[in-house]
């Protein structure tokens, strides 16, 4: 039976509240204790304790003492709704939402729970769930505005377009008088109410909805936009040409309004070239310091037409020693005979021809600015040869030191000049030269992240972090890296966690990975706080904007980045479980005896050392462990506590017992949310296949085979999936192999001679490296006996035309796999090195 | 720079959300000295000042909020049955709940062979008349 409380307990109780709303968590506890001490079984105050005790992050022992709490009063809707609460914040939501629930029937007038279980349905998206939860929240509340927009947008998003209009509509006509000029709330409300009635298609109501509400709006430029949009989907054309043209005379920059114009005014790039390059004149000449009228120009324009703008923009920007002068054009290089004017015009600066005509007064110039000048000409030309559609790499070096002699300490030269080393394939060089661009100017941030990441390509980790170190804040807990963690810093740690699987250092690498995932995580929980923030600040239309973006945040490139090296990481880990114990050093699966030897040796050593590093490092934690609780006393219990990381080498990580389900954790969210990249797909076979998930390998092989069937690794895996299932041990279930032979021959006819079917494709990609990488190591999987004849076949790609260097990197690691003999290997980075003499990839065997 | 973006990078994609101050200033402790225990327990959330901060619009008419009030829980108590109505992009399985017999076996498979949670596997045989073969062959073409 729960236990009621004595006045004077009660009053108490109360401070116990009151202490937690303070944050004053130990006087919590201390109240909490007081009454247990006479009432033990007093449910409400157990859960209490049991809530402060989460809050100071021992939720070890906040959950068996809410149970406890729940056992002596199961009919306390405080317990239950502590129980959600703990359920919470242990982010598994629906557990919480079951015992809110719980809670809101035993207490149903309780706004509280009501509003902390809509919170967490809209988080999880169980929009009916809102609609009830918002429902009952506005029949309790409703003279307060947010909970009418709340409604709405539960409706909104549940596709219900009239509901939530509706919704929006009643309150509107509740207002005795209009809103004041500067309520922002009403402002955004209607313009919400517009995006709902558009979305429902009826652009038609919408169009006459926002000419309504547009005098009074609050976002003029918002009106406009969506004035103009609607006017060009209703076909309006001659009125969205206008008001295309109004939105251009408040910003000649913006390009999709001048994509909007063109489409009004039914102007085709491809054709009406001549009215178009009027209409962009007309602009240029008013927006004199405008880039976009001038750049856009170049899309479209072709042969005499073209250069002649094109050297007039070109000089324009370079005479401006604007810097980012290549970036912006080089979107054109696409189209050669644009990649090749340029090329010319520039070299002819180069060469002293300017384009006097156009602004006359050369002579007036002054030696400094022609110095300017000549040094952004050569600048833009090094980055021109550098540019993989016209590089040129022995061009673009004498260009970039011909700029550098001009200003020995410009930033800006060096790190191209990096940039040149990398291309190259010499991480050595690119990191030192990008090293010694950051000492030109030691507080730029830009330049100081650029060294690190050069560092990084180089496995310098230790290097780029201190580098790093001199822009984080250095006395979070985990050091530097603790700060770039806090602060996602996802590069970084992408780059990092990159050149660790580089190394074979699983374990940080991993750790790495593992990091991006979770902050992903993070931001899909971040949400959590704008369902009620949002409200309250009226900005709905940004709030639904982001509640969509939530949706698909994963598939941010970052993510599938990271998900891909941890897919490889674990599939490695699979295939060869020794390196769990660090990096193989010579190749895996050293298939001779000496080399395996010599190996072990070396291996051992590296344990060894590896062994070392982290009792250095932990000798390290410690210390400064120590350091901090002394700073800690000082600094007294308030202010959050951070955990320590356990586990900063990531060695449970690697130690994983099934190294593919851990893969299968990164690629389920990596094939929901980008399933158009055709790595995420051959990745998923890869780790299917390991599973003996076939029908999910088949999948995968049709999604590929979608978006490029001839691309080689899908080749590769065709065969070795036909190859896989031909030598099972056990057959299929029969429904199994029916879908697998109903399926498979849309990628492989059936009865396919397999070394034929590869042969053609050899033939048919002869001067395609990657295909012929891709094909030679079918050949392997189909007749192991042909080894030499294959490893010879493989070194000979070396010598096609358009192979490059990560091409040529990726066969000596293929020939690796293959465990080819040292010879062999040998011969290949010798005929590499001729070819990139360079590349740090082949400086020694 | 006026340069076009791939369609892959979304504008703003990097940024991290921020959280305004207010958040944090709407905790400030209440006197709950004098308030009753139940209502003391209203700011167990943190958030708990969300409605309380929030004054109710002067301008309100509460005649005609009354009003509104009860066409909404006219529409309100029939929403529910006639969600489907007006929504084109609700779910359509509500009404489509034809009478298949699934076979436990078939899902079994279906969960072990396509990594699917148990309810997915049973509504994916359902959609393809319990047909086990039929169902894995649109799940593995599904783009």
């Known amino acids: ?845 | 720079m006026a340069e076009p973006q791939p369609s892959s990078v979304h504008e703003g994609a990097t940024t991290g959300a921020e959280i305004d101050e207010n958040e944090a200033t709407s905790n400030i402790p209440k006197s709950a000295e004098d308030r009753a225990t139940a209502a003391a327990m209203s700011s167990l959330d943190t958030r708990g000042a969300e409605e309380e901060s929030v004054a109710p619009s002067k301008q309100l008419d509460s005649e005609a909020l009354g009003k509104a009030m009860k066409n909404l829980n006219v529409s309100g108590g029939a929403a529910p049955a006639k969600a489907t109505g007006g929504a084109a992009a609700t779910a359509p399985p509500a009404e489509k709940k034809k009478a298949v017999k699934v076979d436990q076996a078939d899902v079994t498979l279906l969960t072990e062979q396509l990594s699917l949670a148990k309810p997915k596997a049973t509504e994916l045989l359902k959609a393809h008349d319990g047909d086990a073969v039929r169902a894995m062959r649109a799940f593995v073409t599904a783009a």
Not at chain 1, 414 to 423: G, L, Q
Not at chain 1, 501 to 522: E, P, S
Request: charged share 30%.
């Open chain 1, 1 to 845: 039976m729960p236990q009621i409380l004595s006045p004077k307990d009660a009053s108490l109780f109360r401070q116990v509240i009151k202490h937690y709303d303070a944050k004053q968590y130990k006087k919590g506890i201390k109240t909490a204790e007081q009454i247990l001490r006479k009432n033990p079984q007093h449910g409400d105050t157990l859960a209490m304790k049991a809530l402060i005790l989460n809050a100071q992050g021992k939720n070890d022992e906040a959950f068996p003492l809410a149970k406890e709490a729940l056992r002596n009063d199961m009919k306390s809707h405080v317990c239950w709704h502590v129980y959600g609460l703990l359920w919470r914040a242990e982010k598994n939501f629906e557990e919480a939402i079951k015992a809110y629930k719980f809670a809101l029937r035993l207490e149903p007038e309780s706004p509280q729970i009501q509003r902390d279980l809509a919170l967490l349905q809209m988080q999880m998206r169980d929009f009916q769930g809102y609609a009830t939860s918002r429902r009952a929240m506005l029949q309790a509340r409703p003279q307060i505005r947010s909970n009418w927009t709340a409604m709405a947008i539960a409706h909104h998003l549940a596709g219900e377009y009239t509901e939530a209009e509706k919704v929006l509509t009643t309150y509107e006509e509740t207002l005795k008088s209009p809103p004041s000029k500067t309520d922002v709330e009403h402002s955004e409300a209607v313009l919400y109410k517009n995006t709902i009635i558009a979305e429902s298609g009826d652009l038609e109501r919408a169009l006459k909805h926002l000419e309504s509400i547009s005098k009074t709006n609050l976002d003029k430029t918002a009106v406009m936009e969506m004035r103009a949009d609607y006017l060009l989907r209703l076909d309006r054309k001659s009125e969205a040409e206008k008001a295309y043209r109004e939105l251009l005379d408040r910003n000649a920059d913006y390009r999709p309004y001048y994509d909007g114009l063109e489409k009004a005014l039914g102007l085709d790039k491809n054709k009406d070239k001549q009215a178009l390059k009027e209409l962009y004149d007309e602009y240029a000449k008013n927006n004199p310091r405008g880039d976009a009228p001038k750049r856009v120009p170049l899309d479209f324009l072709e042969g005499d037409d073209f250069r002649d703008a094109a050297t007039q923009y070109l000089h324009y920007k370079l005479s401006k020693g604007v810097p980012s002068c290549f970036v912006n054009i080089k979107s054109l290089y696409t189209d050669d005979f644009k990649k090749n004017t340029i090329q010319d015009i520039v070299e002819g600066f180069a060469n002293g021809k300017g384009v006097r005509e156009t602004n006359g007064s050369v002579e007036d110039k002054s030696e400094e600015d022609a110095n300017a000048f000549k040094s952004a000409v050569l600048y833009f030309l090094a980055q021109h040869y550098n540019y993989y559609l016209s590089r040129d790499l022995q061009k673009a070096t004498s260009y970039i030191d011909q700029a550098i002699e001009l200003s020995p300490k410009s930033v800006d030269f060096h790190m191209t000049k990096a940039r040149i080393w990398k291309h190259y394939g010499n991480t050595q060089k690119a990191s030192e030269t990008m090293e010694q661009a950051r000492t030109l100017d030691v507080k730029d941030r830009y330049i100081n992240t650029k060294a690190a990441k050069y560092q990084l390509r180089n496995d310098e980790n230790e290097a780029a972090l201190k580098n790093m170190s001199k822009f984080t804040r250095n006395e979070t807990v985990g050091g530097p890296l603790g700060d770039l963690i806090d602060m996602q810093c996802m590069w970084y740690l992408l780059e990092d966690g990159e050149s660790y699987l580089r190394q074979q250092k699983f374990g940080l690498a991993l750790k790495r990975f593992k990091t991006i995932h979770d902050i992903f995580d993070v931001w899909q929980e971040d949400q959590f706080d704008f369902h009620s923030f949002s409200l309250r600040k009226g900005e709905i239309r940004a709030y639904v904007d982001m509640l969509r973006w939530e949706d698909t945040v994963r598939s941010h490139p970052f993510y599938s980045r990271a998900a891909l090296s941890a897919i490889k990481a674990y599939t490695l880990l699979h295939d060869h479980p020794k390196l769990v114990n660090g990096p193989l050093l010579d190749g895996v699966d050293g298939d001779d005896a000496e080399a395996d030897n010599a190996d072990a040796a070396e291996r051992k050593k590296a344990q060894k050392k590896a062994k070392k590093e982290q009792q250095r490092l932990e000798a390290e934690k410690e210390a400064a462990k120590k350091q901090q609780q002394q700073q800690k006393s000082t600094a007294g219990a308030d202010g959050e506590t951070k955990k320590e990381d356990p586990d900063p080498q990531g060695t449970t990580l690697v130690q994983t017992k099934e190294p593919l389900k851990d893969a299968e954790k990164f690629l389920n969210h990596l094939l929901e949310f980008s399933p158009k990249i055709i790595r995420a797909q051959t990745a998923g076979f890869e780790v299917y296949i390991r599973l003996g998930k076939y029908l999910l390998a088949l999948k995968c092989l049709i999604a590929a085979s979608k978006l490029d069937s001839q691309d080689p690794v899908l080749h590769e895996q065709i065969i070795r999936f036909r190859k896989t299932l031909d030598s099972l041990s056990e057959p299929l279930p029969p429904q199994v192999s029916s879908v697998i032979d109903a399926e498979l021959p849309t990628l492989l006819p059936k009865d396919t001679d397999l070394a034929k079917f590869n042969e053609q494709f050899l033939a048919r990609h002869a001067q395609s490296a990657a295909h012929m990488q891709a094909a030679l190591q079918a050949r392997r999987v189909l007749n192991p006996d042909a080894k030499a004849d294959i490893e010879k076949s493989l070194s000979d790609t070396l010598a096609l035309p358009n192979i490059t260097l990560e091409q040529a990197q990726e066969g000596l690691a293929t020939l690796k796999s293959w465990a080819a003999d040292k010879t062999k290997r040998e011969a290949y980075v010798q005929a590499a090195a001729k070819r990139w003499p360079e590349a740090s990839a082949f400086q020694s065997a």
